[in-house]
């Protein structure tokens, strides 16, 4: 299988340029790209939905229920692993996307969407009310170690944490890698195209979306639990709607076509709000639009399809000569 | 001996139009029926029955003598039944090869692997065969979207002839074809699907290749069926050349 092998080798250059490369950069854009990765899981969690033709506007309720499961079990459990934590957050969405897929799968378009949207929505409700999860305040957290190492200082903890986010970011873009190249991956596409033919060749849409909502949900829940970590608070905004919608931005900005792309727009994205609120602090809402306007006008399928937009094409054009037939 | 297909008083009615109207019929094993009718007549929900894609309102769709009557059709394309559609069914951002590919994947139930890569040594020669039968090699690196019709046609047929069917359903199969390329295109797939014992039901208007292709005809008006027989004799029946043929044959 040289794919999978190409890829997880790929896997591990990245994370050993990643690894030099934040060993390298100011402490600034350290906190920025671990940020930056966290919400890439999410996002890419939206082009593995966007593949099979769906795309949630609430995948601020896994993110959140990742976010909330770190928070809890450092909190409440004196966990304090970042490894632990953020299995924990992805078991949480997991779970949650589990639940919610079979009610979900029969749904699309606008309709999926919203509903999805909804119940983001009623989390974000159910959490500024709940008091013993800290109402709209939320919770803070306290540095974590990394495999029982606690790293000292500033600097320290946030190179850590950014190595580890790191570390989760290139396997889950590998296992999404070969899962978007396998033949199940090849069957999302599939039904984004023709449901009609999936159903008639003997596999079940439902199933196919099904899965691909369990994989954006527990992607969501280890961006959340990242997340968390990265900031040191939680509170019910990780489920608020405009949380979800910048998930979908950075979705749409990197396309489905490519894994890489959803980080390398996710740091773009957090790079432009970064220097976007420093230099026009009343305005930046404004330049993140003009930014993604420019992208659908320019490249309405994404970051990711700017190789493919590169390469020449060789394309030849398709005639059916009668002859072929006789 | 059992027959392959026997559907049994199927009804289906949609408000005041009757599509199905006690539609009972025996096809043995190996058979090659043409069903034929005017637009309306009801050929097309036939199809959609059997296939599993409506449900009657009542009657009974046996295969094999097995109850297959209200199944999904991704059940009863398990059960040996599959089709193709008037119109094209296919995945068009896909590559001919992707399209067929995928169906072998789903036949050896490897739609659910997340490991197996899509294009893998498994399948090959399975693929190869089947773009050499359909004569389609020259095109398989093409995305569905730009082939021409009278190819999308061949691959719409392909995917269901991959499955290895009992019973093969092909709604128009020359519909939307050049009529220099019918006879051509319908020879590709009688003899893609020759030496097996599929049963082949074909919806079709042109009664030339009713007459060529079929050794049974079904001839449907209103819901019913108005004539069953050797293509001879149907095509010549007096009702059928009012209500169908208008007298073509």
Redesign the interface.
Known sequence: ?P??IGTLAAAVIAFAVLAVAGDAMPNWLVLVATLAFAKGLVALGIVALMRGGLVSFGQGTFYCAGAYAAGLAMRSFGIGDAAVLVALGAIAGLILGAIIAPLLAGYRGIFFATLTLALSMIVYGILNKTYSLGGSDGLNLHAPRFFGYQPAGSRNASYALFLFTSLVTVIAAALCR??F???????S??T???E??V??????VR?VNGINFVIAAALGGVGGALSALSLGHIDPDFAFWTTSGEFVFLAILSGYMSVAAVFGAAILLELVRSFSSQYFPNTWQGALGVFLLLIILFLPEGLGSLPLRLRPSG??????P?E??? | MTALLETIGLQKAFGAVIAAGDISIAVERGQKLGLIGNNGAGKTTFINIV?GHLKPDAGHVMLDGKDITGR???QV??DGV??S?QIP??????TLD??L???L???RD???????????DLGIAELDDLLGRF?LR??RE??IA???G??RKLVDVA??V??RPKLLLLDEPTSGV?A??KF??M??IMRAVEGTDTTVLFVEHDMDIVGRYADRVLAFYAGRIIADGAPGAVLSNEEVQRYVTGGAA
């Open positions: 299988m794919g999978i070969i899962h190249d396998s033949v199940r991956g090849l069957l596409h599939a984004r195209d023709n009609i033919r159903e008639y060749l003997g596999a079940s199933w394309a030849k054009s398709a005639r059916a009668i072929k037939f006789k | 296939t999904a059709p991704r394309r398990r599959s089709r559609f069914q296919l995945f068009t951002s896909l992707q399209n590919l995928l169906a994947a789903i036949l490897q739609g659910m692997s997340s490991w197996q890569p899509a294009r893998s004569r020259e095109y093409q995305t730009v082939l021409p009278g190819v995917m269901a991959t499955c050049a220099e390329e051509p295109l020879d590709v």
